[in-house]
């Protein structure tokens, strides 16, 4: 009679399992107390979004490894933000300013005019690491470190953040950060025969749908399973 009665509270705890801990959401999704000193080198690890499509091509079909480095300029909160980025071998950067301040960052306009559009940092329980969330139609949770490597501890709280929101499961970046080594850009388009199967690059443009449906439909049946399957092994 105990046992059955076991059973039926874990199955009915199954309804409220696909809903985060509202404690832990609430910390993870409060900003940060005191923002850290921007400056240096950034790498761009993994993304989530409210839309799944943009996190899935850029892992799947781009693959790109990004960097950024930062640093700080003679105007107040102003920053110079040269964002490196490598792809099959070709590499790229830009420089643009940005502002920092009150634990926002946010593009700047000409004269040092400050753009409406913000992004909030987050708490992390990563020492090293930025969690940058911007609202938009197409809005981006992204997890930036001075290591070219997180742990699975940390990819694992940022998932859980981007759970919170109710996103999509983050999609990992390349960790190729070998900027000084690249192969010659000689037009504005990569030649994709010569620095990547184009076969595979097709597939993964006609796979990325079918797997952005995929992670989303079986994420909470399969959290369930392994959440009912660790309680039935405490209760006895």
């Not at 960790?175 to 595979?200: L, M, P, R, V």
Request: hydrophobic content about 40%; proline content about 6%.
């Amino acid at each position: 009679m105990i046992k059955t009665l076991c059973v039926a509270v874990v199955v009915l705890s199954l309804t409220s399992v696909c809903q985060p801990a509202s404690l832990a959401c609430e910390t993870l999704l409060k900003p940060i107390d005191k923002g850290p000193d921007l400056s240096g080198i950034w790498y761009f690890i993994a993304m989530s979004s409210n839309t799944c499509l943009p996190p899935v091509l850029l892992s799947t079909v781009i693959w790109p490894s990004v960097a950024v480095d930062i640093t700080s300029t003679a105007t107040p909160n102003i920053y110079d933000a040269n964002f490196k980025m490598k792809m099959y071998g070709v590499c790229n950067n830009s420089t643009f300013p940005i502002f920092y301040g009150n634990n926002t960052v946010s593009e700047v306009g000409s004269y040092n005019a400050q753009k409406p559009k913000l992004a909030m940092l987050l708490q992390s329980g990563c020492p090293d690491c930025l969690i940058v969330k911007d609202d938009s139609f197409v809005s981006h949770l992204v997890l930036f470190s001075r290591r070219q490597i997180v742990t699975a501890a940390e990819l694992k709280e940022f998932e859980t953040q981007a759970d919170c929101l109710g996103w999509y499961k983050p999609q990992l970046l390349n960790t190729d950060h070998d900027y000084e080594n690249c192969t010659a850009q000689t037009g504005d388009d990569i030649d994709i025969d010569t620095h990547a199967s184009a076969a595979k690059i097709l597939k993964n443009m006609f796979s990325a749908p079918f797997r952005c449906l995929s992670e989303k439909v079986l994420y909470y049946p399969r959290s369930a399973f392994a959440w009912a399957q660790q309680t039935w092994n405490s209760l006895w």
